[in-house]
């Protein structure tokens, strides 16, 4: 299980069609509703797609590697 919460940063596996590869995280309920750093708009993943496809959660100034 990874630790992440609201506003968090995160670098995914794959790009997002404008490019951008880095999502906030901007709601957490059933599943997690991710907005693009770049172009703004907004996907929804379940938890067990996105703890696949995230590679990098920012913290303390610095992205910090998953796995």
Known sequence: MLLYKLNDL???K???PCGSDEFKI???DGVLTLKCSK???VID???EDFEKYVRK???DGKFISIR
Do not use: L
């Open 39 to 41: 172009c703004d708009r």
């Open 57 to 59: 959660i920012y913290r």
């Open 10 to 12: 995160v670098k995914m």
């Open 45 to 47: 993943f379940s938890k």
């Open 26 to 28: 901007i709601a957490m």
């Open 14 to 16: 794959k790009a997002h």
